[in-house]
């Protein structure tokens, strides 16, 4: 499908994969929009300066850009951060703060979106990570809210279905931007620390967020995406190895890796 005029809103577009997702639309020849907690300083799109869990905000900022272009078509939920450590470190408040960006408002958002994208038959996508299929220790937390994502998109993929909008969550492995540094690593335990350090290395050999939002942009052309999507060939294969594997084996294999 051609994307060229459409609009198209991002969450966490000021950086990593939100920003990359922004650039990649524009060189479409779409309209976009971004949303993000800092200022943004550079060319070529609009950025909202707010908190995606203020949803009286966003439903402002959502009714702005359709006053301005008549339309809204694509909703890019990327939003997020991460929080690490053993969770019995964990404090009650990070818990709540990371569901609260991860998963909430994504699926706030997401009902915000709704009635402006049946005007259009538009999409969202939903940016989830392979880590909530093949959950890791010492970022359970983290896990958990993509893992819900994913799930959330499933379920949202059937409610707006006979509106004729697609949904689809985005499942990046490790991929090199600041979200490594800008984790929150709570406690003083030791396996934790070691733990989060090797995922930090991976995460630094990883993918650039140019290559998810390559992937970000496909499911924006197809007419027909899939509910879910993964990012790289070797992640591709161990999301469909978890699916065939006792989970038992497969906890065994995460365990050795970052235990």
Do not use: W
């Amino acid at each position: 499908m051609k994307i060229s005029g459409k609009v198209v809103i991002i969450t966490g577009a000021t950086s990593g994969i939100g920003l990359a997702a922004a650039k990649s639309f524009l060189k479409k020849g779409c309209k976009v929009y971004g949303i993000a907690r800092r200022p943004y300083a550079g060319n070529g799109f609009a950025c909202f300066q707010a908190d995606v869990c203020d949803s009286e905000e966003i439903k402002k900022i959502f009714a702005e850009v359709h006053g301005r272009e008549g339309r809204i078509d694509i909703l890019v939920n990327n939003a997020g951060f991460g929080i690490a450590g053993a969770m019995e470190e964990a404090s009650a408040a990070s818990c709540q703060a990371i569901v609260n960006v991860n998963l909430t408002a994504t699926c706030v958002l997401s009902g915000i979106a709704v009635p402006y994208l049946k005007e259009t038959k538009g999409k969202i996508i939903n940016i989830s990570s392979v880590g909530g299929i093949m959950p890791l220790p010492y970022q359970a937390m983290y896990s958990a809210t993509k893992a819900g994502a994913e799930v959330f998109s499933r379920a949202l993929a059937n409610e707006v279905k006979p509106y004729k909008i697609k949904v689809c969550a985005v499942l990046p492995g490790d991929t090199k931007t600041g979200f490594t540094a800008a984790r929150v690593l709570e406690g003083e335990n030791e396996r934790a620390k070691r733990s989060v350090a090797k995922m930090a290395r991976d995460e630094q050999r990883g993918k650039s967020p140019e290559n998810v939002a390559k992937v970000i942009l496909r499911v924006a052309e197809k007419k027909n995406p899939p509910l879910r999507i993964t990012v790289g060939a070797g992640y591709k294969l161990l999301v469909f190895l978890q699916r065939i594997l006792p989970v038992g084996l497969v906890n065994f294999v995460i365990r050795k890796l970052y235990c």
